[in-house]
């Protein structure tokens, strides 16, 4: 991975069989990222894992042939002291159509670009909603 | 709603049965944002309205079940003293699949995070195209 | 093309005609941007081409009629001393659907609204990779 810096914008790179969201959990526990975004991604990955949430669930979809990574949008927090990342992805396959939902994981093919925006002064935690049966993101945590 | 701030950069969290574009229109009233941008937001929705524009009007196609908000763009102006809201969506529905266009409308399901960057020294507006029939944006309005 | 600066970050207006990514292009030539991301952009398109990478080219497919631009991403960088461009996108078309992949050219209809970080003190580069045969983003070429 590549991660260059401007303030608080960061650009990342990721080579090929690197992860998501594991390059973001390694970049955010590098870098000390306790709150941010994931304003934009695009690259081209191996396989994938898809997602959809069923109100107690999520229904998985795997992707073992390549496709585009053509929009790729998320949240950086905290929870149980660790980076707690949370991806939404279009895939482009290769009729030009798109699987879209919640990205489980995906494997860097040629490449994956990033812009990440941080909040330096914040701290984002995803504690578990015991009503929901999920993790929520929150903005405000308690101090 | 939740929205915190770190300089002109902005992370939203919308609760269950909030509403958008309507969170987004209380959001820029509130903090006096005039000028913006939706640089990303996922989530779920409980239902949502996506739209075709076809030349001449929007043609809607409503969703009543859940969808995975997986793109959210959009652009924060003013229209006669109000926030004037412009968003673009792709929805992820329970077969992966992905339905597109503008959104017109969408009630939040378990939460929706959304990345807001802002222009403090500037005003964006959106003035009525009388020749295209839509309202369109405008970075420089006369002064 | 309207450009409009708040430090790093622009909103840029397309105008019915214009092209993607050439206006781009020429965004970056005209403001000396060398390191930059579109973080979104939404707006109409009379007529596109979305491309897949099948392995070892690009396989394009021509959209005739105007689509719904619903997400834009992508990185600006230079090769051999030009703007580099890099996009994905996703259209919305006609039934509500979606086609996604590499943006390798748009036609603005009604307009296109963009919003792209830069990064004034860096200089990204597209280097020809040989072995897979593409150009690749990098972040911290050699000086």
């Given at each position: ?112 670009e990033m812009l990440v925006e941080t909040f330096p002064d914040r701290r984002f935690s995803r504690p578990f909603d015991e009503a929901l049966g999920v993790r929520r993101l929150d903005l405000e945590p308690p101090t």
């Open positions: 991975m590549q991660a260059v810096a401007d303030g608080s914008r960061w650009m990342l790179k990721l080579l090929p069989a690197e992860r998501l969201p594991d390059a973001l959990v390694e970049f955010a526990r590098r870098h000390g990222v306790k709150a941010g975004a994931v304003a934009m991604g695009i690259g081209q990955l191996k396989e994938a894992t898809i997602a959809f949430w069923n109100g107690s669930e999520y229904v998985p979809r795997h992707l073992e042939t390549p496709v585009e990574l053509v929009s790729l949008s998320g949240s950086i927090a905290e929870a149980d002291g660790e980076p707690s990342i949370h991806l939404h992805a279009v895939l482009g396959t290769a009729d030009h159509g798109a699987v879209a939902g919640h990205l489980l994981s995906g494997n860097v093919g040629l490449l994956v």
